[in-house]
């Protein structure tokens, strides 16, 4: 038996036969054209379209036509709905004082941009040699908390991140939150 070597897509994963099913079609085509023109040129080919559509009636092939055009408009508009969602978010990056000299870094917003808070979490871990871990918020959205006053290399190791997944617009920024402070209950002295 011989391995058999498949082309997987770069924007949906999918082989390229099935890029059509996924939400990203023309993205997908544009991809697959500068990638690989070869497979390109057979799937997409004008004689190997016209050959498989020759068979239908010309209204199947308007209906089919029009299906597939507020399909792939649907889809565009989604993909924009959550580049926008992307855009007009941020990153929050708090300090939060647990006691005397103790702090804990709470990172909220990752969530929008498909990255896994619980890898993340550990590559925290690892690379600043301190706990880390996934929590719910107040409001009910993931955030990662890591022990120890690292906000700075966090926010540097954040927007990198952001970076490489082509988001350069995103904020990230620092918040410092004190807790409230007790009042003291004194004991009154009666007066002599």
Known sequence: MTAVSVFYCGICSFPPEYCEFGGSAKRCKEWLEKNN???YNDLYCVDRLEAATSTLS???QEELDRKLQKQQAKEE???ERLLQKKLSSKVTIKRIERSKRKHVIA????EVFEIDLKKLSKTFASRFATGASVTKSVEGKD?????????DEVEEYVT???EEKGLNEI???QVEEKPKKKKQQGVAVPPQ
Do not use: N
């Not at 990662?144 to 006053?149: A, C, N, S, T």
């Open 37 to 39: 023109p070869d497979l």
């Open 58 to 60: 010309l209204e199947k």
């Open 77 to 79: 508009a989604k993909a």
């Open 107 to 110: 990172i909220q917003g990752l």
């Open 143 to 151: 955030e990662i908390i890591i022990q120890g006053d690292v906000g």
């Open 160 to 162: 990198e991140l952001l």
């Open 171 to 173: 904020k990230v920024e």
